[in-house]
């Protein structure tokens, strides 16, 4: 079992910056692909961002695309989302998601491909 704990969410203004964190337990998530989505009031959950586990493959929604990214740190078990010139349209809930697999270079994209699921952290962009 993995557990996912998502940190770093907040209030921010428009065009500024947050860092979310999502430190994983329970076994280490090296081998594991890990992705980031977010859901808003009334709205589906929806794909953010996605990253392999070998290193090299990494994935963004569109409207995140240049903005944000998914960096890893293997020594923490921790992948956070980096998020930069924020809008008030990436106000959301955001969560972190994990799953095991043996290839290496996969990024998925889709909320049923993954295993593990964090509680989620508010992000609120104001304008």
């Known amino acids: 079992q993995v557990q996912l704990v998502e940190s770093g969410g907040g209030l921010v203004q428009a065009g500024g910056s947050l860092r979310l964190s999502c430190a994983a337990s329970?076994?280490?998530?090296?081998?594991?692909?890990m992705g980031w989505f977010r859901q808003a009031p009334g709205k589906e959950r929806e794909f953010v961002a996605a990253?392999?586990?070998?290193?090299?493959?990494?994935y963004y929604a569109e409207s995140v695309k240049g903005r944000f990214t998914i960096p890893r740190d293997n020594a923490k078990n921790t992948v956070y989302l980096q998020m930069n010139s924020l809008k008030p349209e990436d106000t959301a809930v955001y969560y972190c998601?994990?799953?095991?697999?043996?290839?290496?270079?996969?990024?998925?994209?889709?909320?049923?491909?993954?295993?593990?699921w964090g509680q989620g952290t508010q992000v609120t962009v104001s304008s």
């Open positions: 998601a994990a799953r095991s697999t043996f290839k290496a270079r996969v990024v998925m994209t889709t909320t049923r491909m993954y295993d593990y």
């Open positions: 329970g076994r280490t998530v090296s081998t594991y692909a």
């Open positions: 990253d392999s586990w070998s290193g090299g493959t990494t």
